[in-house]
């Protein structure tokens, strides 16, 4: 086999450290931003924060930084955009100059914010914890004690027991000799506890156990009852016709067995599961200045970063040793401080074009929301279609109306009779609008709606309607109509 040597030459995209970075961040939340910059805080003493406390600099034998305003071009501006990329293509060759670097967005802190001092939320009593502490207010024996602790704690979220007696009885050691009888007993202590309704296998049961509770005076009881443990599927159905033939009544006391049953809770125990709270920070405001609609970054979710005084006079000092360690952390400080002002003016400059686009939806609501995909910012902007779609996710505009995801405001389009095209927001918020209007003992069908659209120039097949409503949760027309 002979060997030879050959020269090819050929393309491919090599992501720099710095690029990936920036992709990387601009992908992330404003939450997960700020964990990430904190992470970066703990690992490279070359970068701070603007709005720390003073303290820090005296307490490391630093002067203290004169206060020298740091001018910034208006994010979004072409300003800052040609001086981004000018730091950018000079970024080897001022490397010499190391107190500079500064990133900041928005007013700084007050120190009265009571910083030191965190909120904490109050601890939230748990199910359990509720069950068990009435558990010393009932006389029973110690034995019929702990069988009711075992058949609270296999009790689900809701409140429900949906573990067989037999099969719990079974699980259980044989030289406690525990029946199933006694197991029934707890069960009946345990439905006797509040709330009402709880320990139930089943809805029609947790539905008994809460009308039991009531007094026997209570309008309608009787009949509520009857309903709950015989003819819930009925009543499920709407089927108030069959109702009224099943309990020998009229409209106006079926509307009022209707009205009681409704008023129960299905999920005694719901009230006392821990949910976790989800945060959203808005990035951008939206105001209406001297008639037009401006996009501005919130101040309160952006951070203020510069390199740290000591540690860069430390590097200008001392320029030929061998502070690799330093010189290569300061170099990573850089990047972040210039990635992050770069991810929040394409932020703001995403956000503006949006709000250009859909200044309609903010004049009227959702019905005038125009049909807007990602590739027409990216035109636009000049950015990748990619970079839009990371622009736009769990990124959130504050408005006079709300606060929304920036990928709220995209959404495909249904052709209209004249030509144009409406928003699938629009049309959801339609359909909502003749549904709420609707005449509720005739409610409007699918084909109804799509009907009803179409005489307004919005040509909507009856699937298409179909699709929309499930997607609000609107029930369908024969679960909507009412006595």
């Not at 540690?311 to 040793?321: G, M, T, V, W």
């Not at 972040?336 to 995403?350: A, G, P, S």
């Not at 939806?361 to 590739?375: D, K």
Request: a negative charge.
């Amino acid at each position: 086999m002979k060997h030879s040597l050959q020269l090819r030459l050929s393309q491919h995209l090599t992501l720099t450290p710095q690029l990936q970075q920036s992709i990387r961040l601009l992908q992330l939340s404003t939450i997960e931003l700020n964990q990430e910059i904190e992470k970066f805080l703990l690992e490279n003493p070359l970068l701070e924060r603007e709005d720390g406390p003073p303290e820090e600099a005296s307490a490391s034998g630093a002067p203290p930084a004169p206060d020298e305003p740091v001018q910034n071009a208006a994010p979004g501006s072409e300003e800052a955009r040609a001086t981004g990329e000018e730091q950018q293509s000079n970024e080897n060759s001022d490397s010499g100059d190391f107190g500079g670097d500064e990133f900041s967005y928005g007013s700084p802190r007050d120190d009265d914010d009571e910083a030191g001092s965190p909120q904490l939320a109050a601890e939230e009593q748990s199910l359990r914890a509720h069950l068990v502490a009435q558990l010393p207010h009932i006389n029973i024996s110690e034995r019929d004690r702990h069988l009711l602790t075992l058949l609270i704690d296999s009790l689900d979220d809701d409140g429900y027991l949906h573990q067989d007696l037999d099969e719990l009885a079974a699980l259980l050691p044989d030289e406690l000799e525990v029946d199933v009888e006694e197991l029934n007993v707890a069960l009946r202590h345990l439905q006797n506890l509040d709330p009402p309704g709880i320990g139930a296998r089943s809805l029609n049961e947790c539905l008994l156990l809460q009308l039991d509770a009531l007094p026997e005076t209570t309008p309608f009881r009787a009949h509520a009852i009857d309903i709950a443990r015989n003819h819930l599927e009925v009543l499920a159905a709407r089927d108030f016709t069959k109702l009224k033939k099943l309990l020998h009544c009229d409209d106006t006391t079926l509307r009022g067995v209707q009205h009681l049953i409704v008023g129960l809770n299905p999920r005694p125990g719901a009230n006392y599961s821990a949910g976790d709270a989800r945060y959203v920070v808005a990035d951008v405001v939206v105001k209406k200045v001297k008639g037009v609609w401006l996009a501005a970054l919130n101040a309160e979710a952006m951070p203020k970063l510069r390199i740290n005084r000591l540690y860069a006079d430390i590097l200008q000092r001392n320029r030929d040793s061998g502070h690799t360690q330093l010189a290569s952390q300061l170099q990573e400080a850089r990047w972040l401080i210039k990635n992050v002002q770069q991810r929040f003016d394409t932020i703001l400059r995403v956000s503006q074009a949006i709000v250009d686009r859909q200044r309609h939806f903010f004049e009227h609501g959702e019905v005038a929301m125009r049909p807007l995909v990602l590739r027409e910012i990216a035109d636009t902007l000049d950015l990748h279609e990619s970079t839009v779609s990371r622009v736009t996710t769990q990124k959130f505009m504050l408005t006079p109306r709300g606060i929304f995801e920036l990928k709220y405001f995209f959404g495909s389009h249904v052709t209209t009779e004249t030509g144009g095209a409406a928003s699938s927001t629009a049309i959801r918020a339609l359909i909502k609008q003749l549904v709420s209007a609707e005449n509720a003992r005739k409610p409007l069908s699918d084909s109804q709606i799509s009907e009803i659209l179409g005489q307004q120039g919005i040509v909507v097949a009856r699937r298409t309607v179909a699709k929309y409503r499930e997607s609000m949760q609107i029930l369908p027309v024969n679960l909507r109509k009412s006595i």
